[in-house]
């Protein structure tokens, strides 16, 4: 995690970390803060939000090497 790069906004953080070479996706994560609500499940139902648009998106093809 030491060559992370954070993206940080108001209500959540996007981390970019450099993909693994035997993945031939891309791959993401994000932290939404307790700050939005103490809740998990919150958090959670707008961490599904997030996937699921990247999954619309398109996001998640293959690497291109």
């Known amino acids: 995690m030491k060559k992370r790069n954070m993206l940080p906004c108001s ?5 970019k ?3 693994y070479s035997n993945r031939d ?3 993401f994560s ?3 803060s ?3 609500s103490k809740h998990a499940t919150k958090r959670n139902f707008l961490k599904r939000l997030f996937f699921d648009f990247i999954k619309e ?3 998640l093809q ?3 090497n």
């Open 11 to 15: 209500v959540f953080s996007v981390l």
């Open 17 to 19: 970390v450099p993909q």
């Open 25 to 27: 996706y891309n791959q």
């Open 30 to 32: 994000i932290q939404i």
């Open 34 to 36: 307790t700050k939005i």
């Open 57 to 59: 998106n398109n996001y």
């Open 62 to 64: 293959k690497q291109s």
